[in-house]
Structures are given as structure tokens and as C-alpha cells.
């Protein structure tokens, strides 16, 4: 039997446990707090991050990292972002030597700029053969209730990418294979920042309009970022490209959008993020893609103008007046540099 090990007890990290449980595989769920483990072990439920969704019995939970990661032919990561490197360092030297590690994050490390692959091969000192990405359009909370929902499995290494899709297959989720990691991970990335827009515009009641142009010229800005880093543009008209763009920007069970309609309401920075029960993904990570940007002469402005939100507290109206009056030029210009 496959054996996986998933380091983080959050909404996604307690869904794709439950996936792979449900695809036949024995799956140990790594968690720091002991009363979330103490519940999935005793009650079968996360009642923090999946309350009444019942957990598979091919499903348990530790708080021992070594425990969890056992003989695991699989170890994959959903902790925040910007603690991937910390956490990692201490997990290494517990993985199986053959392991497959595979990043179910969606987040850019500040300072470096580095994608969690990068991140992931860095410190875990493997090849690219070795690490791999999940990433589309998985609202957790969906998933859970197992309503149909498809994803993208991405290796540079395909036989890889096709044994974690065996092991992550059920009638109600479909992976698809691919081996651009840097598309699949910039799709997953930057929609976070552009499900902070979409939710401002919708907090300010800029109307569908605003939000469908925020959603088209954000897939643009993604695209350039892409191809200037080397991605198939090709993926970013797929699953972990416009699917998980469109699932973002459009739900309220999206926390980026979430997090973002209350600042377009009035909330402060400090306040929206009280109001959060998890971490929102793109309030850090607009400056790490903004810094990726800038490194590879990308312009990106809607980008720019969640930073000027988020990090500069800039007033939402003032940015969206200023995105709006910029100069103009053609949708689509040679080589995509506007």
C-alpha cells in the first residue's frame, strides 16, 4: 500500500489527506497543535478547519514529525509559506531517501523570491526528479465534501508526476499531469494576489465588469511573469492557470477573496487579518512576486497596486483610480511587455 505523509493539519493539508485515503493510500497527517491530532485520531473530524466532514479510517494524525513520516512514500507540504524553510530543515533529515516531496502550497518565500519547489530542492538537497506541485481549482472546503473537482500533478520528472496522480485519483477528483512546474506554480501563486483585487473590487462594489477585466488583465500579468521565467503558456490556460484564477476570484470560500472584500470595505490590513482564520496566502506573497517581477522586468500593475494596498496602506479608491488612468495601449503588444 502507498504510504504519504502530509505535514499540516489546515483546511487543504486535512483535504488532500482525506483524497489520498480515498485513492487506497495509508495517510499520517502531521500537525503541531495536539488537540486538532488528539480530534482527528479520536472524533475522525478536523473541527478547527473541516468541521462535520468525517475523515477516512486510512487517515491519522501525530504531532511527531518522524512518526509521520515513516517510510512515507510521499511527503507532502501544506504549511505557510514563509515557514516552509524552517519547518523543512528540521523534517529532512526524517524523510525516506526515495521520497517524493510534493509542495501543496501556493506562496513565493520573501527575501529570496524562490518558488516552493526551488525552496523544497534547496533544502531537502534533491532533484527536480524529486519534487512536485499540485496546484488548481481546489476550494478545501468543496473538496471535502467531495464534490467533483480537477487539479494538476506537476514533475519535471512524468513518471513521478504520474505516480502521485494514481495515488491522488477518486470518482470525485481528477489530477492531470504536467511537467512546467514554474507555470503551475506562478498560475498558483500569482492568483492569489489577483483574488486579493477581484475581492477589494467586490468590497467596493465595482460591479462585475471591474471584477472580469481584474481577472482577464491578471491572467495577462501572470503570462508575461511566465514566459519571462520560462513557463508554457500553455499552462496558464489550463487547470492551475485560469481555473484556479476564475475559482479564487469568484468564491467566498476563498480566503484571498475574502481578505480582500474587507479591506475594499474599510477594514485596515491588521484588521482583515484578525478576521482570518488561516493565512491568506497572497497578503505576503504580492510583495514576494512583486520582487520577482521587478527581477525579471516584468511590469505587473495590478500586482503593484495590491502591494500599494497591502504593505503601503494606500486607499483602495486612490489605487483603483490610478490603475484605471493609466496610460493607454493595445490588449496584446508585441513580445506582452504592457
Not at 473537482?149 to 499531469?177: G, I, K, N, S
Not at 512546467?180 to 467596493?204: F, Q, R, S, Y
Not at 490590513?269 to 496566502?281: L, Y
Request: glycine fraction near 10%; hydrophobic fraction near 45%.
Amino acid at each position: 500500500m502507498t504510504r504519504a505523509a502530509v505535514f499540516g493539519t489546515g483546511s487543504w493539508g486535512t483535504a488532500f489527506a482525506m483524497i489520498m485515503a480515498d485513492a487506497g493510500c495509508d495517510v499520517t497527517l502531521w500537525g503541531r497543535r495536539p488537540d486538532v491530532v488528539d480530534a482527528i485520531n479520536s472524533r475522525r473530524e478536523n473541527p478547527d478547519y473541516l468541521p462535520g466532514v468525517r475523515l477516512p479510517d486510512l487517515v491519522s494524525a501525530t504531532t511527531d514529525p518522524a512518526k509521520a513520516a515513516a517510510g512515507a512514500d510521499f511527503a507532502l507540504f501544506s504549511v505557510p509559506a514563509q515557514v516552509l524553510r524552517q519547518n523543512l530543515t528540521a523534517w529532512t533529515p526524517l524523510l525516506a531517501p526515495d521520497a517524493v516531496l510534493v509542495s501543496l502550497m501556493k506562496g513565493i518565500e520573501l527575501g529570496t523570491a524562490k518558488r516552493m519547489s526551488e525552496v523544497i530542492g534547496e533544502v531537502a538537497g534533491v532533484g527536480a526528479d524529486r519534487v512536485a506541485v499540485v496546484s488548481g481549482p481546489n476550494l478545501a472546503a468543496e473538496v471535502a465534501r467531495r464534490l467533483p473537482a480537477a487539479t494538476v500533478v506537476a514533475c519535471a520528472d512524468e513518471d513521478v508526476a504520474r505516480r502521485l496522480q494514481a495515488a491522488c485519483m477518486t470518482p470525485y477528483f481528477r489530477p492531470y499531469t504536467n511537467t512546467d512546474v514554474v507555470g503551475c506554480e506562478l498560475g498558483g501563486t500569482v492568483k492569489n494576489v489577483i483574488g486579493l483585487a477581484a475581492g477589494i473590487a467586490d468590497g467596493m462594489e465595482l460591479g462585475d465588469n471591474a471584477k472580469a477585466s481584474l481577472i482577464t488583465r491578471g491572467l495577462a500579468e501572470t503570462m508575461r511573469l511566465g514566459a519571462a521565467m520560462g513557463a508554457d503558456q500553455h499552462t496558464f490556460a489550463g487547470l492551475a492557470g485560469l481555473g484556479d484564477l476564475v475559482a479564487t476570484c469568484s468564491s467566498t470560500l476563498s480566503r484571498n477573496h475574502t481578505f480582500g472584500m474587507n479591506l475594499g470595505r474599510g477594514m485596515t490590513v491588521a484588521e482583515a487579518g484578525a478576521a482570518a482564520k488561516q493565512t491568506t496566502e497572497g497578503v505576503k506573497s504580492c510583495i514576494a512576486v512583486q520582487e520577482l517581477a521587478r527581477r525579471h522586468q516584468v511590469e505587473m500593475p495590478i500586482v503593484d497596486t495590491v502591494v500599494s494596498i497591502v504593505r503601503d496602506g494606500k486607499a483602495p479608491y486612490v489605487c483603483m483610480r490610478e490603475l484605471m488612468s493609466r496610460s493607454a495601449k493595445p490588449e496584446r503588444p508585441e513580445r506582452y511587455e504592457g
